[in-house]
């Protein structure tokens, strides 16, 4: 499987996780899990995606951008996520400031897969492609 294939499979679980979060209610079991397992989940993808993604795509000057780009829209995703864990679940803008969030990760992954994968794609070699997606499934099962 090739680096695009792996970070797809990852986004998907990461956009379902989003739905499940604003889709749940005050202070409840149910909400801090999901929100706990999707801050996992963004916490660990981040750190491996800039490792075997957006390292090798800085080196290039095709890319350059882009990574940094999305290295920046990770940061914000945190500032969310930090946001998030100091708000009262209960409190209603809880689900405003979730709301964001699922709307700054809709953004950054839609950016990611339609611009930033195509770009990469032309930049990396297929044996890079297979060589990064094996570094990053290794890392991600390591660290979860």
Do not use: C
Not at 21 to 36: A, H
Not at 44 to 62: G, M, Q, T, W
Not at 75 to 104: G, V
Request: hydrophobic share 30%; charged share 40%; aromatic share 6%.
């Amino acid at each position: 499987m090739d680096i695009f294939k792996t970070l797809r499979k990852d986004h998907d679980k990461q956009r379902d996780l989003l739905d499940k979060l604003v889709n749940t209610s005050g202070d409840t079991k149910r909400r801090k899990e999901t929100f706990e397992s999707l801050k996992r989940e963004l916490e660990v993808h981040a750190d491996a995606e800039e490792r075997y993604f957006y390292k090798p795509l800085i080196d290039s000057d095709k890319t350059q951008d882009k990574a940094r780009h999305g290295i920046a829209e990770h940061h914000e995703i945190d500032e969310l996520l930090e946001e998030l864990e100091q708000t009262e679940f209960s409190s209603p803008a809880w689900l405003k400031i979730a709301k964001d969030l699922k709307e700054r990760v809709e953004h950054h992954l839609d950016e990611e897969e339609h611009q930033v994968f195509q770009m990469a794609g032309k930049v990396l070699s297929a044996s890079q492609k297979e060589s990064l997606s094996k570094k990053y499934q290794t890392y991600m099962e390591n660290r979860k």
